[in-house]
């Protein structure tokens, strides 16, 4: 299953809302992930199953979409929030598939 | 404490055989399935490889078919990527990474640098 990113990178001020994206290439139900990367550290898992925050993440992240069409959203965007961001499916089990990553940066 | 921790880790010359670790504590390994990811330099990640708890099911991505093999040490409670004919575009941080409450990649390893250059 291919997973498409956009946009590729985002600019957006600190404050502001940014609103990422995330299409499967095919129907995934709510099976999708969204992983958080700052550089020279792992990826960290702050959502799944489209719309569940993962343990510890503040609830200015939120998720949405299934299907095809996903999203995640970052309602106030904080100095620690601007990363690298990542989707991925997990509808097929042990075949998994990363998005090309969505880069957040200060604007 | 949870953790998994890759090593192996190296340069190599390309056509060599590298073989990757991921040593898991706080859990058992065996309990979950388990994936390799790997990401190059300046590139997003790449799912590699998987496992199932059982070691009954096993899948690779495309670019790493019949050269990588993913298995389990039990007795080590870790998990083993054994690489050969390895390429320049085989460098990479390679990550483990399971899904130990969720289906999503919960737990992952802080990544084992692979360099492959003559």
């Known amino acids: 299953i291919l997973m498409t990113q956009s946009p590729a990178t985002l600019s957006v001020s600190p404050g502001e809302r940014a609103t990422l994206s995330c299409r499967a290439s095919e129907d995934i139900r709510s099976d999708l992930a969204w992983y958080q990367q700052k550089p020279g550290q792992a990826p960290r898992l702050i959502m799944y199953d489209a719309s569940t925050r993962a343990t510890g993440v503040p609830d200015r992240f939120s998720g949405s979409g299934s299907g095809t069409d996903f999203t995640l959203t970052i309602s106030s965007l904080q100095p620690e929030d601007f990363a690298l961001y990542y989707c991925q499916q997990y509808s097929k089990w042990l075949l998994y598939s990363f998005g090309q990553g969505t880069k957040l940066e200060i604007k | 404490e949870v953790q998994l921790v890759e090593s192996g880790g190296n340069v190599v010359n390309p056509g060599g055989s590298l073989r990757l670790s991921c040593a898991a504590s706080g859990f058992n390994l065996d309990d979950i399935s388990m994936n390799w990811v790997r990401q190059a330099p300046g590139e997003g990640l790449e799912w590699l490889a998987s496992?199932?708890?059982?070691?009954?099911?096993?899948y690779y991505s495309d670019s790493i078919k019949g050269r990588f093999t993913i298995s389990r040490d039990t007795a080590d409670n870790s998990l083993v990527l054994q690489m050969t004919n390895l390429r320049a575009d085989d460098s990479a941080v390679y990550y483990c990474?399971?899904?130990?409450?969720?289906?999503?990649?919960?737990?992952w390893g802080q990544g084992t640098v692979v360099t492959v250059s003559s």
């Open positions: 990474a399971g899904g130990l409450q969720v289906h999503a990649f919960d737990i």
């Open positions: 496992i199932s708890s059982s070691s009954n099911f096993i």
